[in-house]
């Protein structure tokens, strides 16, 4: 039979949906409902002992057991004042991804710890950086309970995209000229409850609390249009594939 190379083996490829209500762009005051499609897919292997809805794709290069590390993306969806009237006047967010490193460790059993750094790709041209903490604790074999800390950083490039605001959008928005600076961008805790119905299907709810601080909280977009307080939380449901390539 025809070889793939790289492509052969076994591969996994995991589709869902989640229905979620969260704010229409960074710093609103007001949530709306969202459907975004669940898909990941990669190569099998030994599958990590915790994931969280906030990992954003990734690939595990290394992988030791307790500590874990590769490449990570995340898809950057567009921001415009088509979106909310809060907008007009600024400039378009464009679509894109952010692209860097992740890593991940274990200190105990029950506990992970997990930092990414993207840098951003025609959406904004900053880099951002996640840091969470999840403790984890299976109440039966089917149901599990996390939840922990979130940190967010953010260079001056990014604040400057969704946070900044020139004096030509100063005219047209109505709001003062702010020019950002980087630091940290938000801190919060989240959690889920995360119920696996059979080996294949998987379903949760979670929620989410952020707290803008700094640049993204002295905002004007954010102080006289939107909120520091930052809410999401709904469900999901995903179905994994199994499938082989020669």
Do not use: C
């Not at 949906?17 to 960074?26: N, Q």
């Not at 274990?106 to 959406?123: A, K």
């Not at 840091?131 to 400057?160: C, I, K, N, Q």
């Amino acid at each position: 039979p025809r070889r793939y190379g790289w492509f052969s083996g076994d591969w996994q490829l995991t589709v869902g949906a989640s229905g979620y209500f969260a704010p229409e762009y960074e710093g609103d005051d007001r949530l709306s409902f969202n459907v975004v499609p669940l898909i990941s897919l990669g190569k099998a292997g030994p599958e990590a002992r915790f994931t969280s809805r906030n990992d954003n794709i990734s690939f595990a290069l290394i992988d030791s057991g307790p500590f874990r590390a590769g490449p990570t993306g995340k898809i950057i969806f567009g921001r415009d004042d088509g979106d909310s009237g809060d907008l007009k006047g600024l400039d378009e967010v464009r679509l894109g991804v952010e692209l860097g490193a992740f890593a991940e460790y274990y200190p105990t059993d029950w506990l992970r710890v997990r930092g990414e750094i993207r840098h951003g790709i025609r959406s904004h041209h900053g880099i951002v950086g996640d840091v969470t903490a999840d403790a984890f604790v299976d109440m039966t074999e089917t149901l599990r309970v996390s939840g922990g800390p979130r940190l967010s950083f953010a260079s001056g490039d990014y604040f400057d995209a969704y946070y900044g605001i020139s004096a030509a959008e100063s005219a047209a928005s109505g709001l003062p000229a702010y020019d950002p600076k980087s630091g940290i961008k938000s801190a919060g805790a989240g959690g889920a409850i995360t119920w696996k119905a059979t080996d294949r299907i998987t379903s949760s709810i979670f929620g989410e609390y952020a707290r803008l601080v700094s640049s993204a909280a002295d905002s004007p977009l954010v102080t006289e249009r939107g909120s520091p307080n930052q809410f999401n939380f709904g469900v999901s449901s995903s179905y994994r594939f199994d499938f082989t390539i020669p």
